[in-house]
């Protein structure tokens, strides 16, 4: 058993929120969720249901205006290039001042995206960039506010169960919303559906904002520094190093995964219905996929669980060799969704469960998640300059899947670099 901070102790606020969470029943074995953590994954899911609704439309309502791989990479590179700006700036707000604040305002900063892509119309792809960077502050917000009550809610022994159910949650939101949006856009005529779908997705945002002011407001965590995890970064064999490089290679795929396959989808098929479709398909896949991996992956399984996981996220791109279909699409997105989880699950939790080893690292957890997200936000960056440097010169069939090889083949390197601590971390005192 982890010994627990004392009261008053450095990690005791986020031990307290953690007793406030997970609430033991004196009958189970297992912590159940209690009223405030189910909340947050609430605000959570609402988040990643409007964002499902319409993100992943976003993409191909600018690829209709203007059939161009390069806008679309720097719509978002644009993103994660704020993104990055936002999480290290936000990090003092975070630390010092109110973090729910924070939480609110990136949910209710992706409103504002939608509105302004409702707002441009078509002329959304002449403002790309100014779209990329509203949708990066929010996600900036958002993320860096609950990935810190997310390491505040959890510890090692429960960390894989949480991210089981997050993950759950956002294939269901996944399988459902994008299927509602293919439905009503190939139902209406010309942008009609869309603006319907940004509507909604607006309409989300504003409620999920409204619910987040029942979540209790969180204490300062001290003083904020700024350059933090850069010093760490320099010194002599410390983990960050690493962690960082993981972190790095992790974010090359999904810089450009995020925005390729779903657009590859509309180009092959010239139709939202199959694109919604593939989302209902694949999440209902990667639903049943976090379920079982939430509760089947314990800590010691987690070395050649997320090998054999990335081993096979890599397998399911080579049947694009043969051809570009829907089928090999549909086989793609199907066998990703089914063995992501035993890469990202192992993935998330390693790294927290490493930031809250000992109370000194515990104390700083807000400047690690700020170099955690900064070095994934990296990664996709470097990946979508690399899939528009290619794209720029050719898009023959070849170039194209060699460029997803490569660029898919990144969690290897993941694998590789994390493998020495994908066992149990055994912290000093728990902070989390």
């Known amino acids: 058993m982890h010994n627990r901070v004392k009261p008053g102790a450095v990690g005791h606020d986020g031990m307290e929120f953690k007793e406030e969470c997970f609430e033991q029943d004196k009958q189970e074995t297992r912590p159940r969720l209690s009223a405030q953590c189910k909340l947050l994954l609430l605000v959570n899911g609402l988040f990643a249901t409007a964002n499902a609704l319409s993100g992943t439309f976003v993409n191909v309502y600018l690829w209709k205006v203007k059939n161009d791989y390069t806008m679309i990479a720097t719509f978002a590179i644009a993103q994660q290039v704020t993104t990055a700006l936002l999480f290290w700036l936000a990090g003092k707000w975070i630390k010092e001042y109110n973090k729910m604040n924070a939480l609110r305002a990136g949910v209710a ?162 139709n939202e219905m199959k694109l919604g479709n593939f989302s209902l398909i694949t999440s209902a896949v990667g639903l049943f996929g976090f379920m079982a991996a939430g509760r089947l992956l314990k800590p010691q399984y987690r070395r050649w669980g997320m090998f054999a996981g990335v081993v096979m996220m890599i397998a399911v791109i080579l049947p694009f060799f043969w051809q570009v279909s829907y089928f090999t699409l549909l086989l793609f997105g199907i066998g990703t969704a089914l063995f992501i989880p035993l890469y990202s699950i192992p993935t998330t939790s390693v790294v927290f469960d490493i930031i809250g080893q000992n109370q000194e690292s515990a104390e700083r957890r807000v400047e690690y998640i700020v170099l955690r997200e900064l070095a994934l936000c990296l990664g996709r960056i470097l990946g979508a300059l690399v899939f528009i440097a290619v794209v720029s010169r050719t898009t023959a069939p070849l170039a194209m899947n060699l460029l997803l090889l490569g660029i898919g083949s990144s969690p290897l390197i993941v694998w590789i670099l994390l493998r020495s601590w994908l066992g149990v971390v055994k912290p000093k005192e728990n902070n989390a």
Do not use: C
């Not at 441009?120 to 609950?146: E, M, P, R």
């Not at 009550?149 to 949650?169: C, K, Q, S």
């Not at 410390?238 to 795929?253: N, S």
């Open 109 to 270: 900063i992706s409103a504002i995206f939608y509105s302004a892509v409702l707002w441009a119309g078509v002329k959304a792809v002449d403002y790309v960039i100014w779209l990329g960077a509203i949708q990066g502050i929010s996600a900036g917000l958002f993320w860096s506010a609950f990935n810190v009550i997310y390491f505040e809610v959890t510890d090692p022994d429960n960390r894989d169960r949480f991210n089981g159910w997050a993950g759950l949650l956002g294939s269901a939101a996944g399988m459902i919303a994008p299927w509602v949006s293919g439905f009503l856009i190939t139902r209406m005529q010309d942008t009609a559906g869309y603006r319907v779908i940004f509507t909604i997705s607006l309409i989300i945002f504003v409620v999920a904002t409204i619910f987040s002011f029942f979540l209790k407001k969180r204490k300062p965590l001290g003083k904020y520094l700024w350059f933090y995890g850069l010093h760490q970064l320099r010194k002599q064999n410390h983990p960050w190093r690493k962690i960082g490089l993981a972190m790095t290679a992790q974010g090359v795929r999904e810089g450009v995964f995020s925005f390729i396959i779903g657009l590859l989808v509309y180009i092959y098929t010239k």
